[in-house]
């Protein structure tokens, strides 16, 4: 499995049948192949996570699938192979023969739209979109709030053997990593990659200090690309 951080929260991840892209709006796509299914997940509408770009791929790929949440859904042009998505749903998509089925389940967002922990190829990949733990310059309670919702909607995911998570690391934030540790805390995953940190990448490898995330230091990625073993 190749994982490619395109920007932002935008990443690509190659599979052996098929290949993911999740919350492109903006930067170069890695060179993806184009005989295998590309399935396009934007978990809102917000416009760092979701750009009508994606709409133009199918003039460079054969075989694009959509799984977008319902406000985006309503966006798309005619003619797309859409899948809207609402929170807390389970979803199966079939890829073909060589991909077989690919099985989505939903989470709510604490912000906008969804989360999506995607089975598919052998592998299982959560990404959160814009639920995290936002604890940002506010009455502590509703900080508290927040990180009770984030961990009350990873617990329906709480047995899921996560290979590869994606998970808000915004330096902006009063806690920057409450919640990568709540994640992991969780449901846990073996490769984890931070993201919503914009340009600010240099800020965000800062906060892997923190005494909560060090015992996860070796599973913690900031390479542009990274090839993670079978």
Request: aromatic letters at 12%.
């Amino acid at each position: 499995m190749r994982v490619t951080h395109i920007y932002h929260s935008g990443f690509a991840v190659e599979l052996k049948g098929c290949n993911l892209l999740f919350d492109w709006y903006t930067g170069e796509l890695p060179p993806l192949r184009r005989d295998v299914p590309l399935v396009v997940f934007v978990s809102h509408e917000h416009s760092d996570h979701y750009g009508r770009c994606i709409w133009r791929l199918p003039n460079s790929f054969s075989d694009v699938r959509y799984v977008v949440d319902r406000a985006v859904a309503e966006q798309a042009p005619q003619g797309r192979d859409v899948l809207p998505v609402e929170p807390e749903g389970d979803y199966c998509i079939g890829l073909g023969t060589d991909a077989g089925t690919m099985e989505v389940r939903t989470l709510e967002s604490n912000d906008e739209g969804v989360a999506f922990l995607v089975r598919a190829c052998g592998r299982t990949v959560y990404f959160s979109g814009d639920l995290n733990v936002w604890w940002w310059n506010r009455p502590k309670a509703q900080n508290e709030a927040s990180e009770r919702f984030f961990r009350g909607e990873l617990e329906r995911i709480a047995n899921a053997d996560v290979d590869a998570a994606f998970v808000p690391l915004d330096p902006r934030l009063e806690d920057p990593v409450a919640g990568i540790a709540a994640y992991m805390d969780v449901v846990g995953a073996r490769d984890v990659f931070p993201m919503h940190y914009w340009h600010d990448a240099e800020d965000a490898q800062e906060c892997l200090s923190d005494p909560r995330l060090v015992p996860y230091a070796a599973r913690l990625h900031f390479e542009d690309v990274c090839e993670l073993p079978e």
